[in-house]
């Protein structure tokens, strides 16, 4: 993981107990310098707002994903980070010696909404939410949506605020902005793998 600089805003204001309640997400990574691992929080501006860090970390449950960028100071490094979203953290704090940093998700739980991918879908169509406002309820940025189709063209399931993974798998633009998507046709999948999360779409292995 990488030191707290380059691109992001880089002002600290530490403290021992929980977190600012005006940011959307936050990243986990270690301070190669000053080898500490740190937290830190940005608002919907993508501004630092609050910066933790301590000789240890620990993470009570909840879900994150991997979040990294080049370095913006020419340096031949690259930042990487574990992201996680405001509306599912309970607390931020640090114990009163400054070495323990701890990071305390809510508990999970599960929605009505079925996850899964359906068996009769015909082709897959996914795009991005360019906002949070189209997200069901604020608080996180925005991320991706997949919808299933059938055969005659009807939405057979569409599963929302996920990240996004396609591997070894064609695709193609579809649609005029701003109803743009990706399609990928049922004949080209593997399989896909659905969690709360995260949707994976796997190609069907090419002979070489």
């Keep these: 993981m990488s030191q707290p600089s380059g691109d992001k805003p880089t002002s600290a204001a530490q403290g021992p107990t929980a977190a600012p309640t005006v940011w959307e997400f936050g990243d986990i990574g270690f301070d190669t310098e000053k080898k500490l691992w740190f937290v830190q ?5 993508n501004q630092n707002v609050g910066t933790y860090m301590g000789k240890a970390v620990v993470l009570k449950r909840g ?9 913006g100071q020419g340096r031949a490094f690259w930042h990487v980070r574990e992201r996680f979203f405001a509306d599912e953290i309970e607390n931020v704090s640090i114990d009163p010696a400054g070495v323990l940093l701890t990071v305390s998700f809510k508990e999970g739980k599960e929605k009505g909404e079925d996850g899964s991918a359906p ?3 015909a082709y897959i169509l996914y795009a991005f939410h ?8 604020g608080n996180k ?6 919808e299933f189709y ?8 569409r599963l929302n605020n996920r990240w996004i993974v396609v591997e070894d798998v ?4 579809v649609g005029e902005y701003p109803k743009i998507r990706l399609r990928i046709d049922k004949k080209d999948v593997h399989r896909v793998i659905t969690t709360r999360s995260t949707i ?6 090419t002979k070489p």
Excluded: H, M, T
């Design 41 to 45: 929080l940005y608002n919907e501006a």
């Design 170 to 173: 064609d695709r193609k633009s």
């Design 150 to 157: 059938n055969s005659g063209g009807e939405l057979v399931r």
């Design 130 to 137: 360019l906002s949070n406002k189209e997200l069901a309820k």
């Design 119 to 121: 068996e009769d879908y």
């Design 200 to 205: 994976i779409v796997q190609g069907k292995a």
């Design 63 to 71: 879900r994150a994903a991997q979040y990294q960028w080049k370095d």
């Design 141 to 146: 940025p925005p991320l991706g949506f997949v």
